[in-house]
Every structure is written in structure tokens, then in C-alpha cells.
């Protein structure tokens, strides 16, 4: 079963800076223990740019497709076996990143 | 005939959840298990008045059930889907070596109080999963509508299945934790019974409190060994002794001090002190006890009074001295004070309870303990403004009574 692992962080009251280290560390273990699918951190939310061509032509919008207070700062995507072992390893991630992370089954 | 529906009545009594939990083990899908099991009743009702009880009605509930989650399966067509889902959310782990806890029915409740769902989901879920209570009725007792209620157990059995909350008991190190938040479900339960927050609603919900005992006695016989379970079924039990003098023949709620002891049920209240006498026996030999066993202590106490004037309340502070240790809540605190007003007098009490007024002035029983000490002290138009508080914000409706008419006695 795979997992969207959001990193959740919080534009007014945004997490420490210096946690990459741990969070390489974090990921050489979700490797080894055959967990990581796949992880990558996001660029600031002013670098998004939102198209929508469902009408005559392509609009392009500059900016994310919602303005919140908290916004995506990065993903993993973890394969486990069930929702008791991702909410462990979340709880871990959450810690190590100092941020909110949202865990959600693929379809 | 009645014999008859009897026999179904106590079969579905005992028998739902263990049919639920063995077809969820089966087939992996709460949805399918929790039909199945409605069939094979429906079934039974058809059928038992004309062939008999089978003399294994359990086995024959199963076996029914059983054969219906297969024919559902089949006629929805999609075998091959509905065996790769029950594959993938069936656990293929070697059972926990935990002994007794190895069970289907346990399996049931921890999978319906994962902490993944929400706390009122939780308490609706493991309602109708392992209490078999009905959709209408769980609506009824959470005062939300039948199809919002619908929609909020459907919701919980499609994450269950699509978030792949996997249907075991956790292993020994989660275990502790897990099993605070199934009592913490079942007190929910217990206390929406005794306290019903309803206008509409009576005062007493004996169907809840009967159902949150009966879980209770349930998780009891799978975990013997976990005190605060036993101290949550001694706390039920003590209160739920008291049921029948708690509230008067005009619907008013009647506070403990004049409550007829006489009407308390000795049999509840005989059985409680026995399970707060196992847990002290427990503490003695060193094992802390939690705040369940340490509210039903407080209830014993209560409880081996025979007058409100023969209430050890000195024994009561020194029990809300140890909660408040492992429990520094404002409404323990709030409850503490109470035992201070009957030791140290009202106007001792009054202090501690205004300091809590930041955290609890939104709290109909901050209010009224308020009123309450504030009357003793002669201060009535003050005691006044503090009911008319209470009332507003209290929700059930024999306490309403009670607090109106402690306000209007004031002079």
C-alpha cells in the first residue's frame, strides 16, 4: 500500500530551518528498511504557476491554487503494509521535520 | 413464540459482535461483515419460530452470515476484487503473543477506536460494529440526524478500507495507549447515558449506560490484567447504582445529599467495591493506579455511606490529591474543590474554584458548584447570577430542573 506523505508547513508560524541533516538520515533508514518510494521538497509557493485550459485558451496564473496560511513544503511517498506502520514513521517525520505531516492512502 | 424472540433477543445480544468480528476477519471488510451479520438475524427471525433454536445459535448466526457474505460477493461480481481487499487488509502476522487478547471481537474494537478516526466516529463505530445498536438508534444518542449518522459510519468504513486500518490489536508496546482510547470511548458512551445532553432526550439514557457497561465487562474478560480497565467497569458500576434515586418523580435531578441510599442497587454497588477492593490490593503491591481507578476509589467511598454526614471526605481529598497529580485537569480541580467545601468550608472552596474561572466559565457545573458555595455563604444574589449561568448552559434537562429550582429557593 503506498502512502502521499505531505510535509504541512505553516507560513505565520513556520518550522526551524536546519533540519536537513536529520532529514537525509531520516530518509538513508526509509531506504534501508525498504519504506521510501520516493521524496522531494517544494519551492516556496510564489514560485507556482496554475494553468487552466478547460475554456476557448490556456490561462496562466501566477501563484499556488489557494491562497492558506498553511501550505505544502514537501512530499515522500512510502510503501507500507498497513496505516498503523505509516502513522510510525509520520510520527518520526513529523519530529525530524519539525512540521505537520498529512499521511493519505493512493486510491 | 415469545421463547423464540427471546432467543434472538440474547443471541443478538451476545453473538453480533463475535458474527461481526469473525466475518471482518474473514473477508477483511466491515461493510460486507456488518450486512452479512444484519441477514443472518433477519434471517433467524424467519426462521427459528418455525424450525426451532438451533442449539447452537452462535455457530448458526456465523454459518449463516457466512454463506450471505458470499452470496453478496458473488452477486456484486467482483470476486477476485473483494478477495485481493480481504488479502490485503487480513493480517498475516502471527498473532501477538498475548494470550486471551487474541481475539476477533477485540480485533473488532481496536480496529472501530483507531485513533486515525475521530473521537465521536469512534464511539458511533464501535456502537454498531460491536454493540450491534442500530444507525437510528446511535443518531438518537448523539443528537445528529439518521442519515448524517449514516454518512459518518460509512465514512469511518471507507478509511478503515482505504487507508488500510489494519484489523489487529496492537502489539504490547502500543497497547497501553490503545487501550486508553477504546475506555476513553466507552466513558464517552457511558457518560452521554447518565448525562444525556439532550432537550428532547430523557434524562437517563439506560440503553447507553447498559451498552458502555456490557463493552466494558467485554474489554474486561479479553484484558483482566489491565487495572484501569477494571477501574472504568467499578466507576460504571458505582454510578450506575445510583441511577434510580438520581432522578425524581417529577424529573428533577437529585443532587448525592439527598438521594434515598436506600433505592442504590446493592448488587452494582457490592460488585464495584469489590473490583476497587482488587485494584487497592493491586496499589498496595505498588502498581500506580490510573484516574479510572482512582474515580471509582472515589465513588467506593461515596458509595459506603449510608448518610451524606458519614462520608469519609477527608479520604475523598486525599484521592483527588492523587488524580490531580496524574490528572492536573480544571475540572478535577473543579471536583476537588467540592471535597475542600465539606472539609475546609465553602469560602476555603470559593478561592479555589474562582481561580478556575479562565479555563471553566463556559462549563454549565462550574457555575453551579459556584452557586452552590456561594449560597452557603449567604451571598444569594450572587449564588442567583451563578445559576442563571448553569442553567443556561446546562444540556440535560433533570439538571435544568434542579438548578432552577435551587435558584428560585434562594431569598
Known amino acids: 500500500m503506498q502512502y502521499l506523505v505531505s510535509v504541512i508547513d505553516d507560513k505565520s508560524n513556520p518550522g526551524s530551518t536546519d533540519r536537513q ?7 538513508e533508514r526509509l531506504i534501508a528498511d525498504g519504506y521510501w518510494v520516493f521524496a522531494g521538497g517544494l519551492a516556496d509557493t510564489t514560485t507556482a504557476t496554475v494553468i ?56 | 413464540m415469545s421463547e423464540v424472540r427471546e432467543a434472538i433477543t440474547r443471541a443478538h445480544h451476545d453473538e453480533w459482535a463475535r458474527v ?23 434471517t433467524a427471525v424467519e426462521r427459528w419460530p418455525a424450525d426451532g433454536v438451533p442449539p447452537n445459535p452462535g455457530a448458526w448466526l456465523t454459518t449463516t452470515a457466512n454463506h450471505k457474505a458470499i452470496d453478496r460477493i458473488r452477486r456484486e461480481n467482483k470476486r477476485d476484487d473483494k478477495h485481493k481487499e480481504a488479502r490485503m487488509v487480513h493480517d498475516d502476522d502471527p498473532p501477538e503473543p498475548l494470550g486471551a487478547i487474541d481475539d476477533d471481537r477485540l480485533r473488532l474494537i481496536f480496529t472501530c477506536c483507531h485513533p486515525a478516526l475521530a473521537m465521536e466516529t469512534r464511539a458511533a463505530l464501535t456502537l454498531r460494529m460491536v454493540g450491534g445498536l442500530t444507525v437510528p438508534e446511535i443518531a438518537r444518542a448523539f443528537l445528529v440526524t439518521e442519515s448524517a449518522m449514516g454518512r459518518r459510519i460509512t465514512r469511518a468504513k471507507d478509511k478503515i478500507k482505504a487507508a488500510r486500518i489494519p484489523y489487529r490489536v496492537p502489539s504490547a508496546d502500543d497497547l497501553p495507549a490503545r487501550v486508553s482510547g477504546v475506555l476513553a470511548v466507552l466513558f464517552l458512551v457511558f457518560n452521554e447515558g447518565y448525562l444525556a445532553t439532550g432537550p428532547d432526550t430523557d434524562p ?57 441510599r436506600g433505592s442504590w442497587d446493592a448488587a452494582l454497588i457490592a460488585e464495584g467495591h469489590r473490583l476497587v477492593r482488587a485494584r487497592l490490593a493491586a496499589a498496595a503491591a505498588g502498581i500506580a493506579p490510573g484516574r479510572y481507578q482512582i474515580l471509582a476509589a472515589i465513588n467506593a467511598v461515596h458509595t459506603s455511606a449510608r448518610d451524606m ?15 490531580v497529580r496524574i ?37 454549565h457545573a462550574y457555575h453551579a458548584t459556584r452557586a452552590d458555595l456561594l449560597r452557603r455563604l449567604g451571598r444569594s444574589q450572587q449564588s442567583r447570577t451563578a445559576y442563571d449561568k448553569a442553567i443556561d448552559l446546562a444540556g440535560n434537562t433533570a439538571e435544568t430542573a434542579y438548578l432552577t ?4 429557593q434562594l431569598r
Not at chain 2, 22 to 33: E, K, N, Q, Y
Not at chain 2, 218 to 232: C, K, N, Q, S
Not at chain 2, 329 to 348: F, H, K, M, T
Open chain 1, 21 to 27: 541533516p536529520d532529514i537525509s538520515a531520516f530518509n
Open chain 1, 52 to 107: 487552466d485550459n478547460r475554456g476557448e485558451q490556456p490561462v496562466f496564473s501566477d501563484g499556488p491554487f489557494v491562497e492558506s496560511k498553511e501550505y505544502l513544503a514537501g512530499v515522500w511517498v512510502w510503501e507500507a503494509p498497513d496505516l498503523d506502520v505509516a502513522l510510525e514513521l509520520a510520527t518520526e517525520a513529523s519530529k525530524i521535520c519539525d512540521r505537520k505531516i498529512e499521511v493519505r492512502p493512493f486510491q
Open chain 2, 20 to 42: 461481526v468480528a469473525a466475518l471482518t476477519r474473514r473477508f477483511g471488510d466491515l461493510g460486507i461483515a456488518e450486512d452479512s451479520a444484519a441477514e443472518a438475524f433477519a
Open chain 2, 204 to 260: 437517563v439514557r439506560h440503553d447507553l449506560t447498559a451498552e458502555a457497561i456490557r463493552l466494558t465487562r467485554l474489554i474486561r474478560a479479553l484484558l483482566p490484567d489491565d487495572g484501569e480497565v477494571t477501574g472504568l467497569l467499578a466507576l460504571m458500576l458505582l454510578t450506575d447504582a445510583r441511577r434510580n434515586a438520581r432522578v425524581s418523580a417529577g424529573g428533577e435531578l437529585v443532587a448525592l445529599d439527598e438521594q434515598d
Open chain 2, 309 to 323: 454526614r458519614d462520608t469519609d471526605w477527608s479520604q475523598i481529598l486525599a484521592l483527588y490529591d492523587q488524580l
Open chain 2, 327 to 363: 490528572d492536573p485537569s480544571p475540572i478535577i480541580a473543579l471536583n476537588r474543590a467540592v471535597a475542600v467545601a465539606e472539609l475546609d468550608g465553602p469560602e476555603v472552596a470559593l478561592a479555589t474554584v474562582d481561580r478556575l474561572e479562565p479555563t471553566l466559565s463556559g462549563y
Open chain 2, 405 to 408: 429550582r435551587r435558584r428560585d
